[in-house]
């Protein structure tokens, strides 16, 4: 037990000092899985491997550019503003203590806002933002990994078979676990985008600065499910009440709960099965510990990396208890 112990201390280490490989590597892997049904399918369709992946490739690339073109502005900007959000927040807070000093409840502004202080949260968010948009500096070996990773992967069966032989029973579990990966990747980015359309059109309706950038971030922290859309909820709900006023910030609210609702709950469990989630708890210790380990994007892919191991354990009869306790 001590040796376990201290080898996973001993991996968890390496893998932190190794984290400016590690983390583009495994955004690489990310969005290589995400985009193999698209491969596959033009695979199926006759199309040449090569020119296969040249399509997805472009196909990555104008994503990329048209995120860069659209959210990096509105990312500047809002950094540009922080400042200003941030103290007229401050106010608008000082504002709603004194209120509630004349309804007979009496709260110390200066103590109150030493320990809670909803203008830290705009500066925590936008600074996690940043540590993303740095990671993304390493576009070319995040997209020159995704290529090889692409070119690679229709070639794998064939490897994996000669690799173990006629064991056609373990080939056929590595199948099943690489297709659950798939189906769930395939699934959970469909649904994120839905989100992410759905939040972004909704903060637009109602006037609330950035709604393409709010967006993108209820889009990349649905794969964080039940605490992702409460953290990409602060944000913009904060950012609605200093703008406009609190009747907007509770509609705001009201949208990502909506959104919660009918694509966490409803959708999600309905499609992938009720097997495929996980313990809120488990959810909650892998952000921390995957944010402690890798980072901002550590967080973005903590769920998704957990939920791979879950499959991963579930097709193993002696480790299937840990995925039953882990959902």
């Keep these: 037990m001590l040796i376990t112990v201290a080898s996973f201390v001993i991996v968890v280490a390496g893998m932190r000092a190794a984290q400016p490989i590690i983390v583009p590597f495994l955004l690489s892997a990310f969005i290589a899985v995400i985009f193999t049904a698209p491969l596959f399918w033009l695979d199926r369709k006759g199309v040449p491997k090569v020119i296969a992946v040249l399509i997805v490739l472009m196909g990555i690339m104008v994503i990329g550019l048209i995120m860069i073109v659209l959210v990096g502005t509105s990312l500047q900007d809002f950094s540009d503003e922080l400042p200003a959000y941030q103290a007229q927040l401050q106010q608008e ?22 320990h809670v202080n909803p203008g830290s949260a705009m500066k925590l968010f936008a600074g996690t933002l940043d540590s993303f948009r740095k990671v993304l500096t390493n576009a070319f070996l995040i997209v020159l990994t995704v290529i090889f990773i692409l070119l690679e992967v229709s070639g794998f069966p064939d490897k994996l078979r000669v690799a173990l032989g006629d064991t056609e029973s373990s080939f056929g579990s590595f199948s099943k676990i690489t297709n659950g990966i798939k189906r769930y990747m395939a699934i959970k980015t469909l649904t994120s985008l839905a989100t992410g359309i759905f ?28 605490i992702g859309s409460i953290i990409a909820a602060i944000p913009a709900v904060l950012l609605s009440f200093i703008q406009i006023d609190m009747f907007h ?24 099965g009720r097997g495929m989630g996980l313990s809120t708890l488990v959810v909650f210790l892998s952000l921390v510990f995957w944010g402690w380990v890798l980072g901002p994007v550590g967080m973005l892919l903590s769920v998704p990396l957990t939920m791979i191991l879950k499959i991963a354990l579930e097709h193993n009869e002696d480790t299937r208890w840990i995925a039953v306790l882990l959902g």
């Design 199 to 226: 939040v972004g059109i909704w903060l637009a309706i109602l006037g609330v600065d950035y709604p393409v950038l709010w967006g993108l971030v209820a889009f990349l922290l649905n794969y964080v499910p039940n």
């Design 93 to 114: 807070t000082t504002k709603i203590i004194a209120w509630l000093g004349n309804k007979g409840i009496n709260i110390s502004d200066q103590e109150l806002l030493k």
């Design 249 to 272: 910030a509770l509609f705001a609210a009201l949208g990502y709960v909506i959104v919660n609702i009918v694509i966490g709950s409803v959708i999600e469990p309905r499609v992938m």
